[in-house]
């Protein structure tokens, strides 16, 4: 595998693309696992509803949003690897983090969801054939290939990560 070229996704997600320093899927979804891990032991218990400006998601509910998130991503790579031709539905983050009561869940659990997870995406993305990779379909009225999600749901958790370093801890 390799990285994407523009053309394989809407230019929305360049920005997490971009977040992805691997050019090999395989080895970028290893290489996160340290640094998410590590993050997540670095959040003491008082920052973990922590919300660093009103309105804004606390650490747990932007833990939750990227298990959302890539659990979705995931399942447009899956139908588009086996060649789903109706385009899949968009999803509203906020209205997903507004009733996925992050915040009331046991953090021991939240942490164990989110690695089953990245698990879960790793071996989904392992199984697909070179063919599967380079598959493209529509989701949200936009093209992208598998290959590209792939990088999409990398950069995303960088992004987020970024994210908790800067703002939240």
Known sequence: MSKPATDQYPEYFQTYVNKVAEDDLSIAFENQK?????LLDSIPEAKRNFRYAPGKWT?????????DTERIFAYRALCIARNE??????FDENKYAAAANADK????????EINAVRQSTELLFHS??????????????KSFSVEAIGFIIVGHLHH???ILQERYL
């Not at 340290?34 to 590590?38: K, S, Y």
């Not at 697909?128 to 529509?138: D, K, M, N, V």
């Open 34 to 38: 340290t640094r998410l891990n590590n």
């Open 59 to 67: 650490v747990q509910e932007v833990i939750q949003h990227c298990m």
């Open 85 to 90: 031709t109706a385009s899949l539905p968009g």
């Open 105 to 112: 869940r046991n953090w021991d659990d939240v942490v164990e």
């Open 128 to 141: 697909f054939t070179a063919e599967q990779l380079r598959a493209s379909g529509i989701a949200n009225n």
């Open 160 to 162: 987020h990560l970024s």
